[in-house]
């Protein structure tokens, strides 16, 4: 049974910075395709950054330059650094798993869930 939960989330100050982490268990996170979605209150769910199982990753335009997605294999344990936060960064954050060498573009394709992380940036 694949499980991911995550943690880290809170709350910052506008130019703050975050880590969330995202334990797996059940799934090895170096065996398929890893990333963190994040939904804002009435909005769609975005993904934020991914990384594959050769340890390349891709971000969104949104993000780019001020978050870091990585992963410990040994402690199976995927994390987002989050730097220069912005209010419009608020928003649940989720990782999200899904077997494959490479990432696939639907969101569809992401089989495990965790329960999510709140992340608030006030200005």
């Known amino acids: 049974q694949v499980q991911l939960v995550e943690s880290g989330g809170g709350s910052v100050q506008a130019g703050g910075s975050l880590r969330l982490s995202c334990a797996a268990s059940?799934?090895?996170?170096?065996?398929?395709?890893m990333a963190w979605f994040r939904q804002a209150p009435g909005k769609g769910r975005e993904r934020v950054a991914q990384?594959?199982?050769?340890?390349?990753?891709t971000y969104a335009d949104s993000v780019k330059g001020r978050f870091t997605i990585s992963r410990d294999n040994a402690k199976n344990t995927l994390y987002l650094q989050m730097n220069s936060l912005k209010p419009e960064d608020a928003a649940m954050y989720y990782c999200?798993?899904?077997?494959?060498?490479?990432?696939?573009?639907?969101?569809?394709?992401?089989?495990?869930w965790g329960q999510g992380t709140q992340v608030t940036v006030s200005a």
């Open positions: 059940g799934y090895t996170i170096s065996s398929g395709c």
């Open positions: 990384i594959n199982s050769y340890g390349s990753t």
């Open positions: 999200a798993a899904h077997y494959a060498t490479y990432c696939y573009t639907s969101i569809k394709d992401f089989n495990y």
